[in-house]
């Protein structure tokens, strides 16, 4: 019976605090635990803006905007944008956050350990493919005069929390450091069955980077060097390099997930079956491939969930993609499942959200590169610019069918809803309610010049009295031309 109490007491506590969250005028939540933020005042709150580079080099580069984190979100979720010049090679490492990788532009390859086994995969544009956490994993831009753009999702729910997430290089030398180079040299070298002389050769000849040019016509790299071996003198340095010994190996109770012993070799020693793949294990799955789930004149949307692509399941991580002609919205609606972050692949257009008392949380502007979420059970809505299509891309926080509610147009909840009580509620008879209701015939992607931004609206408006203007003129001068 005590912990019986104790549970519910602190159930209460948990709704006082909950409650005293919001404020009665606007439903904003301020506050937070160190290193998070709440609701707030400001237009911008769910535009994700933090944005820092972890990775540059001349090679490429790594951006990561951080997600939102706070009193009741422990585990963000981060967006990463990854840059890689071509001929160019993301050197090995592992995170302590899990990524989903999301090709948009070029094409490169991916090789990771699987059930201890180096599996590589050929990626092209609209690929989506998932590393695990603790995973050691490698990308190449093979490519000669393409760069490759990559959108990523970081799943932080086994982070560290050291900072956005946690990178350890396997490969690396004065810069980046390799994990390896933490040791004593005296005892890896005596793991390696080499002299410290040579492990020194290993450990301190990579200078460029994280992300290193393949090609000696840049800044020359060990990698390089590599590319230019024949393929048994590859096999035969690594195999010097990597070597350890076959007792310390049997000394271990449990093989690990991976081996430095069987992944740097298997980077050079690759035999690619159909499709530009290595080894048992996940396939890509290719977004732009998949006819839409929903589409009309106004546009299309896709979702992925763990029934189209099982690998999402293991971080409960979902994905979509919507494109929206010039002018036309995405209706109004709730995600009742997850959290949706979203980003901007092409064009302009404007995010609207709704606080839970009915006023408006955000308006604002969105172009290319933007990023932006949307809390769960908050009502929202996309609309596109007039000048041209709006096309974004994203991560949800949940693996399973969101199954959004539409609050607006032909599949609304509004029509599910009818009846003498509904009309009631918003002080209308049935028959007005119904015929307000019946007025929209679209239903999910709706036409919305209407409320496209502001100063379209006025720059259509001005275009259409200049047509006018010069119809009715036209106009005066056919008249007096026939008196």
Known sequence: MGKRWALIAATLVALVVAVSCYDE????????EEGGTGWREGEDWFLLQDSKHV???????????????GRFMKSPMHIGFITMEPKTLFIPQYLDSSLILFVRRGEGRVGHIYKDELVERRLRMGDIYRIEAGSAFYLINPEEGQRLHIVCSIDTSQSLGFQTFQPFYIAGGMYPSSVLAGFDHLTLATAFNVTEAELGEMLTRQMNGPIVYLSNTHSP????KFLDMEQNQKLAHMRRIVRIREDDLKAEEEQPTWSFRKFLPSIFKRKEGKGGKTGKGPDAYNIYDRKPDFQNNYGWSTALDESDYSPLKHDDIGVYLVNLTAGSMMAPHIN??????GIVLR????????????????????????????PRYFPFCQIASRTGPFEFFGFTTSARNNRPQFLVGANSLLHKLRGPEFAAAFGLSEGRLNEIINA???STILPSATVAPPEEAAQVKLHREEVANVMSRFGNEMVMGFD
């Open 347 to 374: 064009g302009a257009g404007t995010i609207q959200i709704v606080y839970p008392n009915g006023s408006l949380a955000m308006n604002a502007k969105v172009t290319e590169g933007n990023v932006f979420w949307i």
């Open 55 to 69: 990775v540059r080099t001349d090679a490429g580069d790594m951006r990561v905007v951080s997600g939102f984190g």
């Open 25 to 32: 005028e606007g439903g904003r939540w301020e506050g937070g």
């Open 221 to 224: 790299s060990i990698w390089s």
């Open 336 to 341: 009742p499942r997850a959290i949706e972050y």
């Open 440 to 442: 929209q015939r679209e």
